[in-house]
């Protein structure tokens, strides 16, 4: 199978940066999109941002301008850089992968174990 581990959040007074980093390991013959999302108090997962197989990047409305995607193609990796942090940013943040693991296999959906973005005021 394939696991993704994040890495990076923590505590950060309002303003300050974090960066959020998420390796994909396993059988792995091709990933396509990976992503990062945020789970709300109501347990929704909402999209944060996205970056497709050929680069192509999307983000919300509300990080536009304070988050970059960015994402390794050798080596897997997908990594989100948090600028501007307000309290409004804080939640757990999963890393999510669409990942085929052989030529022709549909590609399938993994997500990490979640990492916790706190923003203090």
């Known amino acids: 199978q394939v696991q993704l581990v994040e890495s990076g959040g923590g505590l950060v007074q309002a303003g300050g940066s974090l960066r959020l980093s998420c390796k994909a390991s396993?059988?792995?013959?091709?990933?396509?999109?990976m992503g990062w999302y945020r789970q709300t108090p109501g347990n929704q997962r909402v999209l944060v941002a996205f970056i497709n197989s050929d680069g192509r990047t999307a983000y919300d409305d509300s990080v536009k301008g304070r988050f970059a995607i960015s994402r390794d193609f050798a080596k897997n990796t997908v990594s989100l850089q948090m600028n501007s942090l307000t309290p409004q940013d804080a939640d757990v943040y999963y890393c999510h992968a669409r990942v085929q693991h052989f030529r022709g296999e549909d590609y399938r959906d993994y997500w990490g174990q979640g990492t916790q973005v706190t923003v203090s005021s």
């Open positions: 396993g059988n792995i013959f091709s990933t396509d999109v």
